[in-house]
Every structure is written in structure tokens, then in C-alpha cells.
């Protein structure tokens, strides 16, 4: 049996590990595919390509892209999205560049209720990526002052929390079309951690192709939900681990999969969507 965790992100965004650390991690757990979805980024697909085929793991090249609505954050993922198109590069230039505007907002209102910290020391940890609420919550916990992820995003950085700032003004409309410009196949990353069912019914209006069943944080009531619920519409099952290296703290890579028939099935739904474009 062929297996592909359709949800790994790079340094490129908010994981620890460089495209190396992904493939070898990849070929380590036997997976024949990974999809690269860092967020706001294509910038770790080629790298990714060009090891994966040295190495016998194919790439799926993909996104996580955020939207918003009054009251929830959705993520995006596009898969096999077309990621050489200049107008794609040129609006996540944008995008990184409000994420970094972001920080320095994000710092001053954790400053604000006591939390010190110099948006320097976030974007050392960021590198070269895409920096977020991750770099943020992991600069918190070398201050010392919080522990764990959990606690720091209950508390400051979740959704409309004292210490967010949000750096998108996407709605769910506008992200799935620009997935679906760019030959990508929408799919809703992580539904459970959304928590706004009722809103995928306007998603698949739009667009939405499939449902990430299975991740890191979906238990079997989720799981069971969300297969129904694709299902009844017609939609792909997919599903990945999220890992973000050791960003975490334990490496997921692979502990998510799907069989690798799946990504035959987004293939072919792309070429279907670029051929409609
Ligand atoms: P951003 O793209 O900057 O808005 O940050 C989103 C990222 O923050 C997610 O992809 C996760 O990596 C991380 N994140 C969001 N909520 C949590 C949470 N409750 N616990 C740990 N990480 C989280
Ligand atoms: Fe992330
Ligand atoms: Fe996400
Ligand atoms: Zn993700």
C-alpha cells in the first residue's frame, strides 16, 4: 500500500525543518507522498521537488492560505495549485509583508499586558519564513513566562484573544477563488479546530472540493462527523498530519495519512479545474 500525508509545512513557514529534514522524515516513515502546504508560501515546493525526486517521495505542491469571517478563522489548503504564476508570488509578497507589520502589532499589545518581547526576537526565530502566531508563541516561551502552546493561544494569540491581530482581510469567498485561479483544488484544512460546520455549506458554494477528515487534531468523533458530512456533499477525504518539524514539540510527520490514491484523485481534480479556467 502507497501513503501520502497531504499536510507538512517547512521553515519556509512555521515548521523547524528544512526541505531535507521533510523528505528524508518522509522517506524515513516509507510515505510515497507529502504535500507541501506552507502557509502563505509556495517557496519550499521547489526544494522539496527536487530532493523528493532524488529520493523517490513525490511532492504535492500546495498552500495553506487563511481567511476570516466575523467570527471564525478558516484555513485553506490548495493542492497541485500552479505555483510558478507571478500575480500568486506577487500576493503572498504582500501577505508576508502584512505578516511582519502583524508582529510588531502582535508585540506591542502582548507588551501591553505584560508579556515583554522585541519582534526581533520573533523573527530570529522565524528565519526566512513565512513568520506567525507559532514564532510568536515561541519567543512567549523563552521568556519563560508561559510553558505550553495551549495556555499562550487559550489566553493571548487564539482568535479574537487580547493579543490577536489579524492579517488578512480574505473571506472564505475570496480564498477558495484565488485557490481555484491558481488550478488549485480547495479543501478545508481541519474542520474540528474550526469549529463552524454550519459554514460549509457556503464553502462548497464558492467552490470547496474536499474536507481534511483526518489530522493531528480530529479524535473519532470528529473524524466520523466530517466523513459524513463529505460524504452527503460529495466531497474528497483528505487528510495529513500538520507537522510543523519540531515546532510542536514532536515530530508528526506520517503519524496522519491517506493512501496515495488520493492524490491521484486532487490530480485529477485540478486538471479539471485548470482546464475550466
Ligand atoms: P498564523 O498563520 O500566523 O495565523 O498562525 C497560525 C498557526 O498558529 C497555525 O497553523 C498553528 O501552527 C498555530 N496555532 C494556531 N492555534 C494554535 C493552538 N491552539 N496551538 C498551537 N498552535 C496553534
Ligand atoms: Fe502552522
Ligand atoms: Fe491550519
Ligand atoms: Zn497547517
Redesign the pocket.
Known sequence: MKYADLHVHTFYS?STFSPEEVIMCAKDKALSAVAICD?DSVDGIDPCTELGLKMGVEVVPSI?M?AETGEAEI?LLGYFIDYHAVWLRDKLREIQVA?IERVHKMVEKLTSLGIKLEAEDVFKIAGKGTV???HV?QAIIKTGKIKN??DI??KY??FLKPAYVS?VKFSPKEAIETILKAGGVPVLAHPGVMKKDELIKELITYGLRGIEVYHTDHREEARMRYEEIARANSLLMTGGS?C?GL??GRILLGSVRVPYELVEKLKLESEKIKAGR
Open positions: 512555521d502557509h495553506e487563511t484555513h505578516r506567525g502566531r507559532l508563541a502552546f495551549r493561544f487559550g494569540l487564539g492579517y500538520d510543523h515546532g510542536k
